[in-house]
Every structure is written in structure tokens, then in C-alpha cells.
């Protein structure tokens, strides 16, 4: 071909429409079945139904070119075969990318000629404007979009849209709750895929965290001074529904105050559950994947909401509940927002603490909180202080867990189990029965046959005034008391370290996973450009769809039988160098053993 008739042909192309690939049948029928099972698609034209007549309105405009079926398909081939998360890709999948026969499954017409660049770009404006037809309905956004408008011109903008639309904050929370529903719906979709004995093994456990998503938009404008105090907005961004993800240096003992900004973006911040193992000690014998999400929200914001939220929706899709781990960020969380619902729906939070959380931080009829569980009050200062002193540096870690170790005889344990409301009788070291500590103030547990438990050493204070779980056998504690610090783990433990750490590492490798830029990359804003909480919320959720869908792939593939017949996933041998085993001869040599 000579260069003025390639140059001819590239003329001709439609925008975006570059490149001879083609999805296999096969890949488009996959796509269509998991569009399926999610059950998005009537659901959305349910709620958009509903929302017509509740204006009033009439359907209107012209037919629809092709069904919202295959939109839904388009994009869910866009996730599932790495490709950008575009209206144009969206457009060229239906129209170029896939053959005639699938194109008419999915009541899909002829694409126009490949030189009628009005005609593709028409299409182009169909498949976005269809786009934003069915999100409208589970839409809680009220900012203006696309456009950087001054704080005013915003507010008048928002005023309009309200009132044009009837938006009240009822019919917004409503709306929320759809895409809630919405996001949920398409992780529950790829987590069928998993063979049932595979998924019987997960008992449960997850981790909670939150990861920052790249809005594509400017930072909003503010006005420039110096000082640390929030400054005015002069011009908001194109994409107001994001914020600044701001992060800054958090080495262990440094004040909040003190810390310095390393960088900002502009952002969204995806709260996500992912399920993990919780026996370290062994290999894990399923895929980790995201269990559940809150939609995208303001970086920093209802950080404990949104963990509730994505919760909440995991155990009503009837999904066994059992550890919990979260980052620093959850353990500062209002209780009543995450950790007392958390409980509520049956999980066990597994909690770290910053700086100012450490040593003594509740009581409770005389009973110390320190650091997740309740103590005796006459527990040594220093077995109090213990982890400020290791985060001080004051001390070295093979003292600080003898004296995490050292706690457990002043351990006020459990009589009996939660009552239905929630209320637990714990008994003080010293109280009847099995005794883990001697003390004056109870006598029955000075005796001979306790000669060999912790002597808890008592005070003239403790004497003169003794604390109520120092003179009552069961004291009764309620689920709010300190249920900001609370854990059933005992923190610092071998056993703590082991399940918090492993659940924490599942999540954070699944972030690794989603932003690769090789896959999903969730981390490249330019890969998901029309801009919006909603739009953003369904395609986060549609990457992190695809992101299971190969997890369970790789798993199926790569995990062995052990024993028992069980599939596990092998871990990974860091040394480079071999293990002595390699050198085992193939015929040990031993009495008795047979002839060669």
C-alpha cells in the first residue's frame, strides 16, 4: 500500500476505531452470562421506571439503538480484557469488536460505514448518553460536572439541579443506596464463579481498608496563603464529587501534628472488603477477592460509615462473618459507625492502635482497657506502659513481648458467653473459678493450692477503696464500654500478629493487584474518563470484578492438592538458595531397608 492510500485509509477510521482485534464468541457469551448473574440490568431499568414516575415524565426521544444489555456487556468485556474504561471503547466493542452473530444476540444493528465519521460519532454520543440514562437512577450526586465553576456559580448550578429534579435528601440517600446495591450486585456476580469446595474453606475472615482511585480532573483552585488551616475554594474542579488524598510520612512515634505532606492528589477513595485466611500456619486454600464495597466517596471521609456500609451489604448476601482487621484509620473510628456494627453483624474486629491509643485508655466498674482487652486495675505500670515504651524505643522488642506475655495473668476473662444484648459477666483474676492471680482483697483465692498463680500486688488506695470488680465475683460489662479499643485478641501476641498481619497483607496485595497497569489499572484516571461518583463507582466496581475473575482463575490453575485433597495455593520460596532436602538420597539407608 503506498503512503497516500495508507494515509487515505487512516483518514477514513473512525476516532478511536484503530486496530483489527476481535472478541471470540466465546468471551462474549462469558461476558453475557455474568452480566446475568449480577441481575443489574432489570434492576436499573426498574429503578429508572420508578424515577420517571415519580416526575411524572414520559420516556421520550428517539428508539433505543441496542439494548442496555449490551452496553452492560460492552463494559463488562472492557474489565474483563484490560481495555480502557471508555465511551469509545464501549462503542467500538458493539460496532467493530465483536462478530454479526453476537452483534444480533444482543439486538446490536450494522455499524455504519467506516468512513461516515458523523455517524460514529453519533454513536459515540448514543452509547454515553445511554450510559448516564441508567445510572441516573442510583445518582447521588448533585455537582455539576465537567465544568470548573467558582463557589457561587456552583451553588447556583447545584440549586437548579435540585429543583428541576426534585431531589430531596431522601430520594438522594435512596439513590445512594441503589448504587450500593449496584456495585455489590457485580463483586457478588464474579464471586459465583468459585467452586463451592473451594469456598467452603473461607470461614469468614476479612480486611477492611481503603485505597485512593485517580480522578480524571484538575485539584480544585484555592486561595494561597501560608498556615495549615483550610483554605478558600476559588475555582471547584471538574469532578467536585472527588477530594485530595493527601499522604504523609507516619514513622512509628511521630506526632500527628508533626508529620510532613508528602504528596496530594485529586481522588476518590474506594473503602473494600477482602477475604483472607486466618490460619497463617497454613496455606491458603482460596483465592483472596474483594468481598464487598461501599461507592467511591471523598478521600478521608465516614471512614467508618463506609467500612459499615460494605459490611452490612456482604452479610446480607448470607456470607459467613469472622475476623476483621482494619488499619489504624478503623481502630479511630466513632464506635457507633463501625466497630458496635461491626460486632452487631458478627464479626471480631482485630485492631491496631497509633501513639495516643496506647496503655490505659478506658475503665469500666475498676477494669483497665489497655490496648483491646480488660484488666485487673492493680496491674504493673510497667506491663501498662509496655508498648508506649517499644514505640518510644526505650525498650527492645524481645522485652516488650515478655511483657505483652507477662499481662495475661491479670486478664479479666470471660464468665460465660455474650447475652443476646451483647452484655458480658467477666471475671477479675483473683474471682472463683480457676484462679490466674492471688489477691488479698478476694481470700478464697490465697491458698495452697494457688501457690503457683501471679501474686497481684494491691495498694493502700486499692485497699481503702477497692474497685467494683475487686469486690463482686462477675462484674457486667456492656457492649459500648470502651468498644472503640476492644478486641478479642490479645494484642501483640503471636497469635494476634499472625491473623491481623495475614488479613492486612490480603488486602493490600489485592490494591497491588487492581492498579497494575498491565490489568485493571485502577490506579490510571485516564483509563476512566467520564467523571462523576456514579460513573466512577460502577466502573471501580466493574475492575475489581474482573480483578476476582482472575484471581480465581490463577487460583484454579496454580494451587495443589495437599494430603488430604485439598487445593492450596503454594507460597512462594524467597530463598534463591536450596533447601537441604534437595540433597535427600532416593534410598535411605537403614536397617532393613530392601535391596536396590
Known amino acids: 500500500m503506498s503512503a497516500r492510500a495508507s494515509d487515505d485509509a487512516l483518514a477514513r477510521a473512525p476516532e478511536g476505531g484503530l486496530g483489527s482485534w476481535e472478541f ?67 462503542r467500538d466493542i458493539l460496532f467493530r469488536h465483536i462478530t454479526p452473530t453476537m452483534r444480533a444476540r444482543l439486538g446490536v444493528p450494522e455499524p455504519p460505514p467506516v468512513d461516515d465519521r458523523r455517524a460514529w460519532e453519533a454513536l459515540h454520543r448514543c452509547v454515553r448518553t445511554r450510559l448516564h440514562g441508567l445510572l441516573d437512577a442510583v445518582d447521588p450526586s448533585v455537582l455539576p460536572k465537567n465544568r470548573r465553576l467558582a463557589p457561587d456559580e456552583l451553588d447556583a448550578a447545584v440549586r437548579t439541579y435540585r429543583a428541576e429534579r426534585d431531589l430531596s435528601d431522601e430520594v438522594l440517600a435512596a439513590r445512594h443506596d441503589r448504587l450500593t446495591w449496584l456495585v455489590n450486585a ?32 484538575r485539584a480544585e ?9 483550610r483554605r478558600t475554594v476559588v475555582t471547584h474542579a471538574a469532578d467536585p464529587d472527588a477530594g485530595y488524598y493527601v499522604r504523609a510520612d507516619d514513622q512509628p512515634g511521630t506526632d500527628r501534628a508533626e508529620r510532613k505532606l508528602r504528596d496530594a492528589i485529586w481522588a476518590y477513595e474506594a473503602t473494600i472488603v477482602v477475604s483472607g485466611n486466618d490460619n497463617p500456619n497454613t496455606e491458603q486454600p482460596f483465592p483472596c477477592l474483594v468481598e464487598a464495597m461501599a461507592p467511591l466517596h ?65 475503665s469500666h466498674g475498676g477494669g483497665l482497657m489497655i490496648e483491646g482487652a480488660w ?8 506491663l501498662q506502659n509496655a508498648t ?19 499481662r495475661r495473668p491479670f486478664l479479666m476473662r470471660r464468665k460465660e458467653r455474650p447475652d443476646a444484648e451483647g452484655h458480658v459477666r467477666r471475671l477479675c483474676p483473683a474471682s472463683d473459678p480457676a484462679y490466674t492471680g492471688r489477691c488479698e482483697l478476694k481470700p478464697r483465692s490465697i491458698e495452697r493450692t ?39 485478641l490479645h494484642f501483640g501476641s503471636t497469635e494476634w500478629a499472625g491473623i491481623y498481619h495475614t488479613l492486612r497483607n490480603a488486602v493490600e496485595g489485592i490494591n497491588g493487584i487492581a492498579k497494575d497497569g498491565g490489568y485493571a489499572a485502577l490506579g490510571d484516571a485516564r483509563r476512566r474518563r467520564i467523571r462523576g461518583v456514579t460513573a466512577q463507582s460502577l466502573f471501580a466496581a466493574l475492575l475489581l470484578m474482573a480483578t476476582n475473575m482472575r484471581a480465581i482463575r490463577s487460583f484454579q490453575h496454580k494451587a495443589l492438592p495437599d494430603i488430604h485433597g485439598t487445593l492450596r495455593r503454594r507460597r512462594k520460596r524467597r530463598r534463591a538458595t536450596q533447601p537441604i532436602a534437595a540433597w535427600t538420597p532416593s534410598v535411605v539407608a537403614r536397617a532393613g531397608a530392601p535391596p536396590p
Not at 221 to 229: P, V
Not at 375 to 382: G, N
Not at 450 to 472: E, G, N, S
Open 24 to 90: 471470540a464468541d466465546d468471551a462474549v457469551r462469558v461476558a453475557i452470562e455474568v452480566v446475568g448473574r449480577s441481575g443489574v440490568v432489570p434492576q436499573l431499568c426498574a429503578w429508572r421506571s420508578a424515577e420517571r414516575e415519580r416526575l411524572g415524565r414520559h420516556p421520550g426521544g428517539a428508539p433505543e439503538r441496542f439494548s442496555s444489555e449490551a452496553l452492560f456487556v460492552a463494559m463488562t468485556l472492557a474489565a474483563l480484557h484490560h481495555r480502557p474504561m471508555l465511551a469509545t471503547t464501549f
Open 186 to 217: 457485580l463483586l457478588e456476580a464474579s464471586l459465583s464463579y468459585v467452586p463451592r469446595d473451594i469456598r467452603r474453606h473461607w470461614r469468614g475472615s476479612v480486611a477492611v481498608d481503603a485505597t485512593p482511585v485517580p480522578a480524571f480532573s
Open 221 to 229: 483552585e484555592r486561595e494561597r496563603r501560608k498556615g495549615r488551616g
Open 298 to 362: 471523598q478521600p478521608g471521609t465516614a471512614v467508618g460509615q463506609n467500612a459499615t456500609l460494605a459490611l452490612t451489604s456482604l452479610a446480607a448476601r448470607g456470607h459467613p462473618t469472622g475476623w476483621l482487621a482494619g488499619d489504624r484509620a478503623y481502630t479511630n473510628a466513632q464506635p457507633e459507625h463501625f466497630q458496635l456494627p461491626a460486632r452487631a453483624l458478627g464479626y471480631r474486629p482485630i485492631l491496631d492502635y497509633r501513639i495516643d491509643q496506647l496503655g490505659v485508655q478506658n
Open 375 to 382: 484488666y485487673c486495675p492493680a496491674i504493673p505500670d510497667a
Open 388 to 406: 508506649i515504651e517499644f514505640r518510644a524505643r526505650r525498650i527492645d522488642e524481645t522485652t516488650w513481648r515478655e511483657r505483652i506475655e507477662a
Open 450 to 488: 494457688t501457690a503457683t498463680t501471679t501474686r497481684i500486688p494491691v495498694t493502700d488506695a486499692q485497699r481503702l477503696h477497692p474497685a467494683k470488680v475487686c469486690v463482686q465475683q462477675s462484674t457486667t460489662f456492656p457492649p459500648e464500654a470502651a468498644a472503640k479499643f476492644a478486641q478479642d
